[in-house]
């Protein structure tokens, strides 16, 4: 089944150390995007790439960064720089010029 | 001035009763429109499209005021699993992304 799938659910790290988010999708979609999402609040985007080797920051950039070396792949890196990791993390693709964002299950991220 | 607003409720409903949802827009140049729907610590999931001529899906109807930048969410005859937090969703037309309200609560009471 085609589909957007991140990895893991719950993540658990310690503070000062840099966490990697997976986000993988056969959907065969352009676009995807990073979202941050915080009790009561709506989702904030942190970065969003169109096509392949290609990324844009979104309006919470800081203290992450992501790669896009592969269509199915945007992997989303929180280091040490952001100053409240906590939170749930949602990644989404859409394809150029169709209508739905698809999400993936998200990633709840809990820094201790 | 926050792009896309809503009122975050919680709006309490008896099973049966109709509640609408509003939200209003800052960015003219706005594209396209949506109500995405989202389960207690799920991702969301797209309800429905927005069109300027207004839209109906079963008990779901949305409408979209351009002049206004206010969009709308009708939902008629509530299911108790229609508990869950709705939130407006705008792409503008100069970027890709979509811009999110921070959703309105709506809990179905029997």
């Known amino acids: 089944d085609g589909g957007i799938t991140q990895s893991p659910k719950y993540l658990f790290r310690k503070e000062g150390q840099n966490v990697t988010l997976s986000c993988e999708q056969n959907l065969n979609h352009d676009a995807m995007y990073w979202y941050r999402q915080d009790p009561g609040q709506g989702l904030r985007l942190i970065y969003y790439s169109q096509i392949v080797n290609d990324f844009q920051k979104g309006d919470i950039a800081e203290g992450y960064s992501v790669s896009r070396e592969k269509k199915e792949s945007f992997p989303l890196t929180v280091t040490s720089a952001q100053k409240n990791p906590t939170a749930f993390y949602l990644c989404?693709?859409?394809?150029?010029?169709?209508?739905?964002?698809?999400f993936g299950q998200g990633t709840r991220l809990t820094v201790v | 001035r926050k792009e896309v607003e809503q009122d975050p409720g919680p709006f309490n409903v008896p099973e049966g009763a109709t509640v609408a949802f509003n939200c209003t827009y800052s960015?003219?140049?706005?594209?396209?429109f949506f109500w995405y729907r989202q389960d207690c610590r799920k991702e969301p999931k797209l309800l429905m499209s927005?069109?300027?001529s207004g839209n109906e899906d079963g008990r779901f109807t949305a409408q979209l005021n351009r002049a206004s930048q206010y969009i709308s969410l009708l939902i008629r005859d509530s299911k108790l699993s229609d508990s869950a937090t709705y939130l407006c969703v705008v792409r503008f037309f100069s970027g890709y992304a979509l811009n999110f309200g921070k959703g309105t609560s709506l809990l179905v009471t029997p």
């Open positions: 989404a693709s859409r394809q150029t010029g169709g209508i739905e964002a698809f």
């Open positions: 960015n003219s140049a706005s594209q396209s």
């Open positions: 927005v069109y300027s």
